[in-house]
């Protein structure tokens, strides 16, 4: 069967808003049960209740990432109640932009725990299933910046070059174990991630900025097509902009 998704359990982190909410909607209608897994549990439990409603299998797991006890227990409880994991997308993530010389440290620190140390520590706790099960595939959301740096993202420049390195790396572990890896690289989504600036200049050059942007539905679909292949396909790296983006 090429449609791998159908009976299979993904974990999704970051999914009550966003890129992350769309990717468990779109991996729910291709048949897998969902674990939903953020810090807003009130947002994740009504993801949960529009996916049962139309027909899909969701659990709810409120999870900090940064977290390393709430990691661990988000995997026990989708082994206690699935007894398996196919799919693991790294999707939470904090995008807290500004200039170096006004940037406060907690940010900085925040961006690194969150899309950097979580995801590693995730995908730690669960690749071990993977290599019992002989198979599965991590699906990292890094970004065009994990590519290309911009003014006022060292940062976030910095956390997602190196969720885009992790992910290369790994592949050259995993993939003789039959374990997929897929880096995703979004361009400008419309979704909650650049309200949480707490830059207030920035935040006002910002709101004057007028560009395109994707749906979060248009990276959920992305994130099916890579993990839906047959078996033999490992699709690595995604890179999906707006059109009009440069
Ligand atoms: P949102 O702000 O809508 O979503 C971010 C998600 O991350 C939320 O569900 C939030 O959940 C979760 N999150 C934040 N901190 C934590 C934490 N400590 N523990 C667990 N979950 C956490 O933004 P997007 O959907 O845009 O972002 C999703 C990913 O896409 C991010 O990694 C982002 O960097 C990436 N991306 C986005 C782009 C864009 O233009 N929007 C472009 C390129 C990449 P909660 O607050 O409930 O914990």
């Known amino acids: 069967d090429s449609k791998y998704l159908s009976d299979s359990v993904a974990i999704v982190t970051g999914a009550s808003s966003g890129i992350g909410e769309a990717t468990a909607e779109a991996l ?3 048949g897998a049960s969902v674990v939903l897994a953020a810090r807003r549990v009130d947002e994740l439990e009504a993801l949960a209740d529009r996916i049962t409603t139309e027909g899909g299998d969701a659990l709810v797991v409120e999870t900090d990432v940064t977290e390393e006890d709430d990691i661990d227990t988000l995997v026990e409880t989708t ?12 999707n939470a993530g904090v995008m807290l932009l ?5 940037a406060d440290r907690s940010n900085l620190r925040q961006m690194v725990e969150v899309n950097l140390i979580g995801l590693m520590n995730l995908t730690h706790a669960v690749v071990p299933i993977m290599q ?7 699906v990292n959301v890094s970004s065009v910046a994990g590519r290309e740096t911009m003014t006022n993202g060292s940062g976030y ?6 969720v885009t390195a992790f992910t290369d790396a790994i592949r050259q572990e995993l993939s003789p174990q039959d374990i997929r890896t897929t880096v995703i690289e979004p361009g400008a989504v419309d979704t909650e991630l650049p309200t949480h600036i707490t830059d207030e200049q920035l935040l006002e050059q910002l709101s004057e900025v007028d560009m395109p942007t994707l749906a979060p539905e248009d990276i959920a679909r992305g994130i099916v097509y890579a993990t839906n292949q047959p078996e033999h396909v490992d699709v690595n790296e995604l890179m999906i902009r707006p059109t009009g983006q440069t």
């Open 28 to 30: 729910a209608t291709e």
């Open 79 to 90: 082994i206690d109640e699935y007894g398996q994991i196919d799919v693991l997308v790294n």
């Open 98 to 102: 500004e200039p170096l010389e006004r």
């Open 132 to 138: 019992q099960q002989d198979g599965g595939h991590v």
């Open 157 to 162: 420049n910095a956390t997602k070059f190196g």
